[in-house]
Structures are given as structure tokens and as C-alpha cells.
């Protein structure tokens, strides 16, 4: 509303100086022409401190007429406003017209619609919906004897590729005449706009390989290392899920 204002005001002051001529450009003018056409006319203007003293009086004037122009503007402008209810409701929106000037009513309802709670799944729903995004079947699937579910190498190397997870290996630890190894495994795994990032290790030693297993204890290291960092980045490791590598009969 107070630009409006200023806008009004401006136009009517405007407007009175397209006709309104000061006194000082008036004395100005009449004393150059009697300066350059009428110089006996001078003699007139004698006393030259009565002439600046009217000047400055012809300056207060103005300055003043200028004050009371700008009040009757401003008190025209009241009165056209007073007129009009309805012109100043809307110039004078509220607190919250003012915050949500940029927001469309849909967008408010949008931003306070409540945000939907979180989906409290049970282990065996959150399993099926684990094995259907990563494309498992039950070839890729068996429960252990002891209760746990295991996942089959070709599953881990589904839900890799399903899912374009990267691994990098670390040596921690390596004898290959003692037979023994451990790999520090870094996954990461793009969700949306974020990335997940997870770690882990794979061991190998002659005292958890069996059979042709004891002939390649970085090789099953790397596979133990990498199960374990995938299951965990993917979701599986926290409903209890195991890769067949890792087990130890």
C-alpha cells in the first residue's frame, strides 16, 4: 500500500509542476532580461541586499507551498482510498498472503499434507520385497539348516549388478605360506539421489577352509569380503541373510 502511495503522490505533484513556474526562476528571468536589454532600468535594484532578501524570501515560499501541495495530495488520496473499502482490503494483504505470495493453493496443500509414516514391514515381508527388487529366485535362495537364509554366489552377483555396486579391496593382511589373507571390501551403491556407502572384511585361513578351499585363501578372502559388503549395502544383512561363502560347516 505505502508504494501505491508514493505512486499517487508523485503523480499529483508532478502534475502541478508541469504549471507551476517558482518566484526565483521568475526574478532570475526578469533580472538577466534588464541586464541585457533595459540596464537603466537597474537603477531600480539599487539596494542589492533587498533583492536577495526577496529571494530568499520568494525561496521560503516555495518550500513551503511545495510542503502543502504534498499534504493535499496525500490528504486526496486518503479520501479517494476511503471511497473505496474494497481497493484497500486488497492492498493490505495479511501476514500469510504476504509469506505464501509465491505459493499456489495447490502447493499449500501440498506442503501441509502430512508426509506418510514410515512402513513397518515384518522380517518375512521385508525378505520377499528384497528377493522381487533384486530380482532373486529360489535357485538363488535356500535356508540353512541352522535357520538362517543363505544367499547363493550367482544371488550376490544379482543384486550387483541389479543395483551397479561398486567394490574396492584392501589387503590388511596377507601369508600365502601360512595360508592366510584378510581384504578390507568398500562398497557403494547409488539410491536416488544419494549414495550409500558400506565396509566390510574377508578372511581366509587354514582354519576356516575346507577341501580345495585351503589351495586359494586370497580368492575366498575376496569372496567372503565381497558377499558380506554387498549383503550389508543392499538391505540384506540386517534381516539376518548370509552369502554361501561366509559359511563355515
Known amino acids: 500500500m505505502g508504494r501505491m502511495k508514493e505512486e ?3 503523480m499529483r505533484l508532478e502534475e502541478q509542476d508541469q504549471t507551476h513556474i517558482t518566484m526565483q526562476e521568475i526574478a532570475q528571468e526578469a533580472r538577466d532580461i534588464m541586464e541585457k536589454h533595459h540596464p537603466i532600468g537597474q537603477e531600480r535594484y539599487v539596494d542589492e541586499a ?8 520568494d525561496s521560503m515560499r516555495d518550500e513551503f507551498m511545495s510542503i502543502r501541495e504534498q499534504e493535499d495530495a496525500e490528504n486526496e488520496y486518503n479520501s479517494y482510498m476511503s471511497e473505496r473499502p474494497e481497493e484497500q482490503e486488497q492492498l493490505e494483504p495479511s501476514i500469510n498472503q504476504l509469506n505464501n505470495k509465491k505459493m499456489s493453493k495447490k502447493t499449500m496443500q501440498e506442503k501441509l499434507k502430512k508426509q506418510p509414516e514410515p ?15 533384486n530380482g532373486l529366485t529360489e535357485e538363488d535362495i535356500y535356508k540353512d539348516k541352522r535357520g538362517f537364509v543363505i544367499i547363493t554366489r550367482t544371488g ?4 550387483v549388478s541389479r543395483n551397479n555396486i561398486t567394490v574396492a579391496y584392501e589387503v590388511i593382511n596377507m601369508d600365502i605360506e601360512k595360508c592366510i589373507c584378510v581384504l578390507r571390501a568398500a562398497a557403494t551403491m547409488k539410491v536416488g539421489n544419494e549414495v550409500k556407502n558400506a565396509m566390510s572384511f574377508g578372511e581366509a585361513s587354514d582354519s576356516n577352509l575346507m577341501g580345495g578351499g585351503k589351495k586359494f585363501p586370497v580368492a575366498m578372502a575376496e569372496k567372503r569380503a565381497m558377499s558380506r559388503v554387498v549383503l550389508k549395502i543392499a538391505g540384506f544383512y540386517e ?5 554361501q561363502d561366509e559359511i563355515v560347516d
Do not use: S
Open 239 to 243: 534381516q539376518g541373510v548370509f552369502g
Open 50 to 57: 533587498e533583492f536577495e532578501r526577496n529571494e530568499i524570501i
Open 156 to 159: 550376490i552377483d544379482k543384486i
Open 119 to 133: 512402513i513397518v514391514e515384518t522380517r518375512k515381508e521385508a525378505l520377499r520385497r528384497l528377493y522381487k527388487e
Open 8 to 10: 499517487f503522490m508523485q
